[in-house]
């Protein structure tokens, strides 16, 4: 099964940060097919100011699958989710958080990442995501 990794894993795994998230994704770059987003990509490259490191970081993300989140007809899908978690009173969800779970859900792959706006795609639309137990 692919496991797409989000920004916020990402960001913390190359910051040095020790997480449940960055530990699973630690051991999971030996056994797993891991996969990044080009919006996923976007956020992450973002977040640097000094070019070298985020050469780095660009380079780094180049050794796992390159998938392209969006388009036409997974908008579509992805904002009748958002519409569905309004319906159930939860607030709506980030744009490219929905787009990437929607992305998910879609191809049944699992997502692992440190945001609680993907809770409710779990509770409610069924995303998953992998046990963080050792």
Not at 38 to 58: F, M, S, T
Not at 101 to 108: D, I, K, S
């Amino acid at each position: 099964m692919w496991l797409l990794v989000d920004s916020t894993v990402w960001i913390d795994y190359f910051e040095g940060a020790v997480t449940p998230q960055t530990d699973f994704l630690d051991r999971a770059l030996g056994w797993s097919s891991v996969a990044i987003g080009d919006l996923i990509q976007a956020e992450v490259l973002a977040g640097y100011l000094d070019e070298r490191q985020r050469e780095l970081a660009e380079d780094a993300l180049r050794r796992f699958r390159r998938v392209t989140i969006g388009g036409f007809d997974l908008a579509r899908v992805a904002a009748r989710n958002s519409r569905i978690l309004l319906a159930k009173g939860l607030p709506a969800p980030a744009t490219i958080e929905c787009l990437v779970a929607t992305f998910a859900l879609e191809n049944h792959w699992n997502l692992l990442h440190a945001s609680p706006g993907y809770e409710p795609f779990e509770q409610h639309l069924g995303l998953k995501v992998p046990s963080l137990g050792p």
